[in-house]
């Protein structure tokens, strides 16, 4: 099988162009860093009915996500660079719903995506117990589920300990990524993530997208203004509109083609 490596901000999947047999054995084989290729998933790139192509995630335990922020702009790069579209303006469908991508391109290749992620539903904090301590967090819906937690130090946070016990919290029957997010400035956030499915990644799209709808809820970051979120990787700018929708931009880049025996 043909695979290509891509990343957005370090946060790196295997693309697939078509179906393959068993997704959620597949994923787990090849996305282990010493016995595989090594990712934080797969990704398959299908037809639609209802848009212009179809993605399916897979996380590295073999889950199936909804939606991936860092996935779909390296799903936009992979469909416009080997020439399966000459869109620059595309429509994915997702698990989380269609999803809109505008395209930066040069000579052949896309180097920037903004993607049209949807609303952000942003709830009120709540306070939970996990490992014998009260943690209070922003629960918030991009798609899909996150837990956004406000701290002065994400630099040190307990990604290993108490993001994988949240993580697994009864509150969050389907489970939960949590963000670790430092207010640097009100167009500035620093975010360490522990994603639902994957561990600690260099990167989360959506968690980027559910850190800066947090923040605009508590006031520490405004509407209709870039957010640059500083994660492991990289940095990804989030604008968190009137509506609640969020616009997402940033790179995406191919690591390597490989083949798969």
Known sequence: MKVTKMQGRGNDYLYFYGDVEKPEELSVKLSDRHFGVGSDGIILILPSKIADFRMRIFNADGSEARMCGNGIRCVGKY?????????????????????????????????????????????????????????????????????????????????????AALEKHEYFPEGVNVEFVTVIDKNTLRMRVWERGSGITMACGTGSCA??????????????????????????H???????????????????????I
């Open 79 to 163: 469909v416009y660079d080997k020439g399966y579209t000459d869109k620059t303006k595309l429509s994915i469908e997702t698990l989380s719903g269609i999803k809109h991508l505008d395209m930066s391109a040069k000579n052949g290749a896309v180097y920037k995506v903004t993607v049209d992620m949807g609303r952000a539903e942003a709830n009120m904090p709540v306070t939970l117990s996990a490992l014998g301590q009260d943690v209070t967090l922003t629960p918030v819906s991009v798609g899909n589920p996150h837990g956004v937690i406000f701290t002065d130090d994400a630099e040190n946070a307990p990604l290993d300990t108490l993001g």
């Open 238 to 260: 989030i604008t968190i509109l009137d509506d609640d929708s969020v616009l997402m931009t940033g790179p995406a880049a191919i690591v390597c083609e490989c083949e798969v």
């Open 211 to 236: 850190s800066v709808a947090a923040a605009v809820k508590a006031g520490y970051c405004r509407r209709n203004e870039d957010v640059a979120v500083i994660l492991d990787g990289g940095t990804l």
